[in-house]
């Protein structure tokens, strides 16, 4: 891991105690007000040393039982926020949104290769860019558009699952469903062998950056820029991943790009967010931008899709009722030789509601993405510096017990009204974040996660799986740590409980050798004129 940070910390202290000392950083401008209440901060560190480093949510959350719903600490020198409710994170990032949606400055993000992420961008002309065109691929009536699509890689998915070996390497599969579709969406479709290696090196620069997108470490870094010139030593390979984060970023930025050129020349390419824009005249930094786009879009909805689907499959192995009462509501609202498609979705509400639990049960990116205030600002008699950065600690939020009684548990049922009715639509889900920064790939990823689901549970059963002596074996939530977290691989095990849908899957999946997905009118509106 890059920038562990005890490790950082453990290597780094002597060298930054000279330099917080050498550059006078302890300096502190005087408030008007008082700061947010929050833990009493050590000299130079800050509350660095307070935290779980793998787990900082858990210590926010902690530190919001003493402190309140808003707190303040400071690491290294930076003032952070902590929200720790949903009120005042529409209260200030919705609502005052003009002093709340840039980013925190961090110089690692270029060192890495991660200059041209629309996540990490700060507020301005290239970001209002950036989210203008995935606002015209992915907003709501286009993103429904892709259901045809969606519901081919689903019955795939269902097969897959079907026919795989009970082993922990399983759900592997879901990640190929997302990755599918996502690729379909920016891309179209690239040669055999190239979208399983654009997959794994996106992976591998993913991990390389994930790191440098946590706070606390970016903190350290806004800091400290002189830490970026220590010599290697200081912090180990750090370096060398560094510099392989630029090598794979300029690798994914452009090779994907090159080849849907290629397939546009000789006629072979598919629609997509890229071919769109180069089958239509374009200036070369248009170009640059689209390419920065496309892989922005492709990082951000890679593994926040996936988790969501392994997360919901981990709930369906540990809640049986649940599953049963979603396979009941769909074969009373559908035939039982027809696959549930969007046409049926207002008659199962209850499907909709375990995809909003699966976002609150486990918030897979628990303390969202650090958001940094452009002005000074006062709320509730409190100082909010310009230059904060403010996170919304949405692992709070989903364990609010005045909002959720009983939040540990899996209980899609509170997301419906005595009637049977939605309360909330999903894509105003806390999970996807505030204000000008909210994720805007939230109705695909809607749409993608609807389908799946439906699918899965029109066809499926999801159960413990057994070991060799016929024992269940147990499964227990747990997840990775960092800034998305996904379950750890679990066992678990699938059966087919509608052979008659079953068998139409396995049919449609042999006759199309298929051709990616069809054009689709809403996509080949000229994306690129949103540029420049
Ligand atoms: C369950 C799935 C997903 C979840 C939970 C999720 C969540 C989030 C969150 C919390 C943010 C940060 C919001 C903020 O700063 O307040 C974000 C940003 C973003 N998401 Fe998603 N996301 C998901 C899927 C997707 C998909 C499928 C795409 C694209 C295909 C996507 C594209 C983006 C982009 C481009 C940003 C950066 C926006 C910006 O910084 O202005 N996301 N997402
Ligand atoms: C942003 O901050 C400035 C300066 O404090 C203030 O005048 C302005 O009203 C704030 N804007 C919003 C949208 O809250
Ligand atoms: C068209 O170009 C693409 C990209 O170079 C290549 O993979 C594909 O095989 C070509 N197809 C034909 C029919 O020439």
Redesign the pocket.
């Known amino acids: 891991m890059l920038f562990e940070f005890t490790h950082l910390l453990a290597l780094g202290i002597p060298c930054i105690v000279a330099l917080v000392v050498a550059s006078g950083l302890t300096r502190r401008r005087i408030y008007p007000l008082p700061l947010p209440p929050g833990p009493r901060p050590l000299p130079f560190l800050g509350n660095a040393l307070q935290l779980d480093t793998k787990r900082p949510w858990l210590t926010y959350t902690a530190w919001g039982k003493s402190y309140g719903k808003i707190i303040h600490c400071r690491m290294l020198g930076i003032d952070l926020i902590i929200i720790n409710s949903e009120t005042i994170a529409r209260e200030l990032l919705d609502?005052?949104?003009?002093?709340?949606s840039t980013r925190p400055v961090i110089r690692t993000n270029e060192l890495v290769g991660m200059g041209f992420n629309t996540a990490l961008l700060p507020y301005g002309e290239t970001l209002r860019q950036h989210r203008k065109i995935f606002h015209q691929v992915l907003r709501a009536e286009v993103s429904v558009s892709y259901h045809e699509m969606c519901s081919r890689h689903a019955n795939e998915l269902v097969i897959n699952l079907l026919d795989a070996a009970s082993d922990l390497r399983q759900l592997e599969h879901t990640q190929a469903y997302t990755a599918s579709l996502i690729m379909a969406v920016t891309y179209g479709h690239l040669a055999d062998g190239h979208e399983e290696s654009f997959v794994t090196r996106t992976h591998e620069l993913f991990d390389i950056s994930i790191n440098v997108l946590s706070p606390e470490r970016a903190a350290m870094f806004t800091a400290f820029p002189i830490l970026e010139k220590l010599p290697f030593w200081c912090f180990g390979g750090a370096f060398a991943l560094m510099s392989r984060g630029r090598e794979l970023s300029q690798q994914l930025l452009n090779e994907p790009f090159s080849e849907v050129k290629a397939q546009i020349a000789n006629g072979t390419a598919s629609h997509s967010l890229v071919a769109d824009f180069l089958s239509e005249a374009h200036d070369d930094a248009d170009e640059d931008m689209m390419r920065d786009i496309a892989l922005s879009g492709y990082m951000a909805g890679i593994d926040t899709s996936t988790s969501a689907l392994q997360i919901f499959l981990l709930a369906m192995v540990l809640y049986p009722d649940v599953q049963a009462r979603a396979r009941t509501e769909i074969d009373r609202a559908v035939r039982h030789d027809r696959m549930p498609c969007l046409d049926d979705r207002a008659s199962l509400p209850y499907i909709d509601a375990i995809l909003r639990e699966v976002l609150r049960w486990y918030p897979l990116i628990p303390l969202g993405v650090p958001h940094a205030t452009?002005?000074?600002?006062?709320y509730g008699g409190y100082f909010i510096p310009?230059g904060a950065i403010v996170m919304v600690n949405q692992w709070a939020l989903s364990r609010d017990e005045d909002m959720f009684p009983d939040a540990s548990r899996f209980d899609p049922s509170r997301h419906l009204t005595a009637d049977g009715k939605l309360k909330d639509p999903f894509v105003n889900h806390f999970a996807f974040g505030h204000g000008r920064r909210i994720c805007p790939g939230r109705w695909f990823a809607e749409n993608s996660l609807w389908t799946a689901a439906a699918t899965i549970l029109a066809v499926m059963r999801i159960d413990h799986a057994k070991d060799s002596n016929g024992n269940r074996i147990e499964v227990k939530p747990e997840f990775t740590a960092g800034l998305v977290i996904q379950p750890q691989p679990f066992h678990c095990s699938f059966e087919s409980v509608n052979t008659v849908r079953e068998g139409h899957l396995r049919e449609m999946m042999e006759c199309t050798g298929w051709q990616g997905f069809e054009a689709s009118e809403s996509l080949s509106v000229s994306v690129w004129r949103g540029i420049g």
């Open positions: 609502k005052r949104s003009a002093n709340y452009s002005n000074d600002d006062v310009k």
